[in-house]
């Protein structure tokens, strides 16, 4: 669901024997709790030479840390974490070319195709719920 499916939604039903009708009528909000965080990388299909942004949609509005990953959330593989002074900490994956948002997204210039495979965030709200989130990258090669 998104939030531009909110509203009000009305059922009718009539009965064409008795000519009877009755309606009931129900108000529809999104929850904080039903919005899904996901990845989508602008532009969807980089080639080599592009950069490509990482761009975070539904990300927890009560966000304390997050991180990025190039490959699974281990140590050795991070690329950036952002602490809740909203500094930036590069981690061991840092190759320079990655720059982070404070909406979460992940900014990738210069793509080659070593960069294509699997980035992974992980994000931390101040209530301490984690979530981990996931995306396989791909790199078309230049023709």
């Given amino acids: ?7 009000t939604y009305t059922c009718i039903a ?4 008795t000519l009877l009708s009755g309606s009931a009528s129900v108000v529809v909000k999104l929850s904080a709790a039903a919005v899904t ?4 990388p602008v532009p969807t299909k ?8 990482l761009t975070v ?4 509005r009560d966000l304390l840390v997050y991180a990025w990953y190039r490959g699974p959330a281990s140590e050795p593989n991070r690329l950036l974490s952002q602490l809740p002074s909203g500094s ?4 061991p994956a840092h190759t320079g070319r990655e720059v982070g948002f404070a909406n979460c997204s992940l ?3 210069k793509l080659n195709l070593t960069d294509a495979g699997r980035y992974t965030l992980k994000t931390v709200t101040l209530q301490g719920k984690t979530e981990t ?3 396989e990258l791909q790199v078309a090669p230049l023709e």
Avoid at 1 to 7: L, S, V, Y
Avoid at 37 to 40: A, E, L, R
């Fill in 88 to 91: 930036w900490i590069a981690g």
């Fill in 14 to 17: 009539k009965n064409p024997k």
């Fill in 133 to 135: 989130l996931e995306l």
């Fill in 37 to 40: 965080m996901s990845i989508v």
């Fill in 107 to 109: 900014l990738v210039q």
């Fill in 57 to 60: 949609q539904g990300y927890p």
């Fill in 1 to 7: 669901m998104t939030a531009a499916q909110e509203g």
């Fill in 46 to 53: 980089p080639m080599e030479g592009q950069d490509v942004t």
